[in-house]
């Protein structure tokens, strides 16, 4: 089993930085994977990003390309999303998740990935 606790949430006016952090324990030496993930009030789940843990290879979605980084520390089991020039349209409850199972980083389905995080609240004022 493996714990997954993000954090670094919080309040930024548009056009700010916030990096997310997200902290694995438990079985963490099987973790192939690790994702965002994001949910606005009345909207369903959506990909973000994606790492390989051990080969640090990203993927990202169309909206935060080019805005948004996925990273890990594999030395502090710790993922991160730092996320540039925010915009309201990136407010959302963010979920970080990890899987030991190998699949296509470009794979945007929640189903993949077994462990959860509780999420944390990005809110971005305009």
């Known amino acids: 089993q493996v714990q997954v606790v993000e954090s670094g949430g919080g309040l930024v006016q548009a056009g700010g930085s916030l990096r997310l952090s997200c902290g694995l324990s438990?079985?963490?030496?099987?973790?192939?994977?690790m994702g965002w993930f994001r949910q606005a009030p009345g909207k369903e789940r959506d990909f973000v990003a994606s790492i390989s843990w051990s080969g640090g290879t990203s993927y990202y979605a169309d909206s935060v390309k080019g805005r948004f980084t996925i990273s890990r520390d594999n030395a502090k089991n710790t993922g991160y999303l730092q996320m540039n020039s925010l915009t309201s349209l990136d407010t959302a409850v963010y979920y970080c998740?990890?899987?030991?199972?190998?699949?296509?980083?470009?794979?945007?389905?929640?189903?993949?990935?077994?462990?959860w995080g509780q999420g944390t609240q990005v809110t971005v004022s305009s």
């Open positions: 998740a990890a899987s030991p199972r190998i699949f296509a980083l470009s794979s945007s389905d929640p189903g993949r990935y077994d462990y």
């Open positions: 438990g079985r963490t030496v099987n973790i192939n994977r």
